[in-house]
């Protein structure tokens, strides 16, 4: 093992490795590896300047015994930025500490030189490159020491119910209603971001933690240290970036549905609103308004006059959301000229089809700065020019037909290289242009994100849920390690995406219970594909806007007198909170805060506020105790130390213990601190 000091970066060079540490924001380390002969300027995640950052850089000697018990002197090197130093031995191994106390550590079960090893024959080591067969590339498999005791959280969102993710095993890799987001924080006061968009996976073992990259050239991860969920994630965001000032006039009610069909509908609803009384800040026009997938354009059949529908709008004082998908039909004006230049996701294998639903289509590759370029600009003079404010950027995985990511290849890259990047760059096809266009407040709705997507204007949704209490549940955990990961700005389709029949009294039930949720969450928006599927369509024809099926009416008052009541009383009681709603979008945009927040991002005392993953805190103020049960109506909660009102009542309670509360089916219990 040979080290050297490189401008206060520590570099570490053996067997063809070449290992880099550097400072990289307060308390942090950037770490990186690779088999090459220098390094790639790959910032993946990593895309704010962090400030100068001052790394004390020490190499020299240790002793260690060897088999015939002499001591052997053996190089070893350390970095320290503030708070955390990194430990490299002679062997390669990378040892963190935080104020001088380890807390992560590679895994390593092999000869080192040493009898210290009681396991040192099995041969396994920390970082294992494996080469591809035919290709440039490696497999890598980094691992380390699994923490006796250890809470792990963040990591973006996964359909499985967990909030603590020790023992899960993750797949690195976008789907329809997962989003991998791979930056998780620990109980132990660290936080560790796997800057890599390559498919993989992590396991958080019990016995290790290993992170795996399916094809990559380098290793690269930040780690920093802080006293609290809150130092962790301003530490992260400051490097990956924050989510930008988010519009005032958007965080009342959106109204959505699968689907609006015709500009005439959208007026309607907009105009039963305001006769209602009901200020909607948004309306969304959802897909098949089109011609074919990849038009994206109005099918003027049904939409005649979009800019006449949008001004009309805007004098309401209502915004405007379009659906656009990245799937490009064969029978699309814009496939054979997207096809000659280059502009679509290439498969490697068998026939040029990335997606069925609907058509024979291909994705485009945003990958592609003259992708880019091609969809904005049809876009822009499709939409963006008729006054649309905002665009629904749906399928944004993409949702792939069959998800063989290594049958897909981009502009610069291999989708097992650089997939999981997808929505972020498929975001700033929009973002980037509007940003210079408009005024700044760019906002536009994803279905799915990366590390970073924060600060590109992206609301994100949970995607396509069942209309299940369990899934209300998932989502519920889901939202919170997405805050976690970074990403403030987080949703749900209010009662789930699918309903089969919206006229049963147990999805009324259910509806009223996630709404009631999406009060206290961070936008308020009513969406849903609501069944029974009896509407016929508008024509007969195999295409355009008018012959996809819709679903039943979705507006508040489409559920019967009681539920419109209890969904009125609410709407008020978001539009009062209206103030502290924008306080809480200021933190997520100067520190990284989330919105929806784990018990222990406001109590990290508190050991007990750990291992909830039922209630949670919206902002700092208020305990939310969501009800995720059919016919539930109590509800108990814990309340850490302090003193906690109960909104319905004003009833006022003595913290550090659980309560019991009513829940009737117009309210959700809801907690003040004082």
């Given at each position: 093992m040979r080290f050297s000091n490189e401008n206060n970066a520590l570099i570490a060079q053996n067997n063809g490795e070449t290992l880099r540490i550097e400072g990289w924001g307060k308390d942090s380390l950037r770490v990186r590896a690779t088999m090459f002969s220098e390094f790639r300027n790959l910032e993946w995640a990593l895309t704010e300047k962090?400030?100068?950052?001052?790394?004390?850089?020490?190499?020299?000697?240790?002793?260690?015994?060897?088999?015939?018990?002499?001591?052997?002197?053996?190089?070893?090197?350390?970095?320290?930025?503030?708070?955390?130093?990194?430990?490299?031995?002679?062997?390669?191994?990378?040892?963190?500490?935080?104020?001088?106390?380890?807390?992560?550590?590679?895994?390593?079960?092999?000869?080192?030189?040493?009898?210290?090893?009681?396991?040192?024959?099995?041969?396994?080591?920390?970082?294992?490159?494996k080469?591809?067969?035919?290709?440039?590339?490696?497999?890598?498999?980094?691992?380390?020491?699994?923490?006796?005791?250890e809470k792990i959280y963040g990591m973006g969102q996964y359909q499985d119910g967990q909030?603590?993710?020790?023992?899960?095993?993750?797949?690195?890799?976008?789907?329809?209603?997962?989003?991998?987001?791979?930056?998780?924080?620990?109980?132990?006061?660290y936080g560790l971001l796997w800057n890599n968009p390559a498919i993989g996976r992590v396991t958080f073992g019990n016995n290790y933690t290993e992170w795996i990259a399916q094809s990559t050239t380098q290793m690269d991860y930040w780690i920093t240290a802080g006293d609290s969920p809150k130092t962790i994630l301003e530490s992260y965001t400051s490097v990956t970036g924050r989510a930008p000032a988010f519009p005032e006039?958007?965080?009342?009610?959106?109204?959505?549905?699968?689907?609006y069909r015709t500009q005439d509908e959208v007026l309607e609803i907009a105009h039963a609103y305001e006769k209602e009384g009901i200020k909607i800040d948004q309306i969304v026009?959802?897909?098949?308004?089109?011609?074919v997938q990849g038009d994206w354009k109005f099918d003027v059949k049904y939409w005649p006059d979009p800019k006449a529908m949008v001004d009309e709008l805007h004098r309401m004082?209502?915004?405007?959301?379009?659906?656009?998908?990245?799937?490009?039909?064969?029978?699309?004006?814009?496939?054979a000229p997207m096809m000659e230049q280059g502009l679509l996701i290439k498969t490697e294998r068998g026939a040029a089809q990335t997606y069925d639903y609907q058509g024979d289509c291909v994705e485009i590759d945003p990958f592609n700065p003259a992708t880019r370029e091609y969809v904005w600009e049809v876009c822009k003079r499709n939409y963006y020019d008729f006054g649309i404010d905002a665009f629904w950027l749906d399928n944004s995985e993409p949702d792939y037909g069959v998800y063989d990511f290594e049958n897909y290849r981009y502009h610069d890259c291999s989708a097992l290289e650089c997939s999981n990047m997808y929505p972020q760059m498929y975001s700033r096809i929009f973002y980037d242009p509007m940003s210079r266009l408009g005024d700044g407040k760019v906002v536009n709705l994803l279905r799915c994100a990366w590390a970073g997507s924060q600060k590109y204007g992206n609301v994100v949704w949970s995607g396509d849920v069942p209309s299940t209490f369990e899934a209300f549940a998932d989502q519920v955990r889901a939202g919170l390690n997405m805050g976690l990961a970074g990403i403030p700005w987080w949703t749900t389709d209010i009662g789930g995406f699918m309903t089969d029949d919206v006229n049963d009294p147990k999805f009324r039930q259910l509806l009223i219970r996630w709404y009631q949720f999406a009060v206290y969450s961070a936008v308020f928006r009513m969406h849903g594909d609501r069944g029974p599927y009896n509407i016929p369509p508008l024509d007969d024809r195999d295409w355009g806007g008018g012959y996809l099926h819709t679903g039943q009416p979705n507006e508040l008052w489409?559920?019967?007198?009681?539920?419109?009541?209890?969904?009125?009383?609410?709407?008020?009681?978001?539009?009062?909170?209206?103030?502290?709603?924008?306080?809480?979008?200021?933190?997520?945009?100067?520190?990284?805060?989330?919105l929806i927040r784990t018990m222990f991002y406001e109590f990290p005392e508190d050991e007990k506020c750990w291992e909830l993953d039922d209630q949670y805190m919206f902002g700092d103020k208020y305990l939310v105790a969501p009800i995720l049960e059919l016919d539930c109506f109590k509800r108990e909660a814990y309340l850490p130390e302090g003193r906690w009102a109960l909104t319905s009542t004003g009833e006022e309670f003595d913290g550090g213990r659980y309560v019991t509360v009513d829940a009737p089916i117009d309210y959700m219990p809801v907690f003040e601190r004082k």
């Open positions: 962090p400030a100068e950052t001052k790394a004390a850089v020490t190499i020299s000697e240790e002793d260690h015994w060897v088999g015939d018990g002499t001591i052997d002197r053996k190089p070893i090197a350390e970095i320290t930025n503030g708070r955390l130093r990194a430990v490299v031995n002679f062997a390669g191994i990378i040892s963190f500490y935080k104020d001088g106390e380890l807390f992560l550590r590679e895994y390593f079960r092999a000869y080192d030189g040493t009898l210290s090893r009681s396991s040192r024959c099995l041969k396994v080591v920390n970082r294992e490159w080469g591809l067969h035919g290709a440039r590339n490696y497999h890598l498999n980094v691992k380390f020491e699994a923490n006796k005791g909030l603590d993710l020790k023992g899960c095993v993750l797949e690195l890799a976008q789907r329809n209603s997962q989003i991998s987001v791979p930056f998780m924080l620990s109980n132990k006061g006039d958007l965080m009342g009610l959106w109204q959505c549905k699968l689907r026009i959802d897909f098949f308004h089109w011609t004082g209502i915004k405007v959301i379009v659906s656009v998908w990245p799937s490009v039909d064969r029978k699309s004006e814009n496939f489409s559920y019967g007198e009681d539920n419109y009541a209890i969904m009125k009383k609410y709407y008020d009681v978001r539009i009062g909170m209206r103030a502290y709603v924008k306080k809480l979008y200021d933190e997520a945009s100067s520190n990284g805060s989330p």
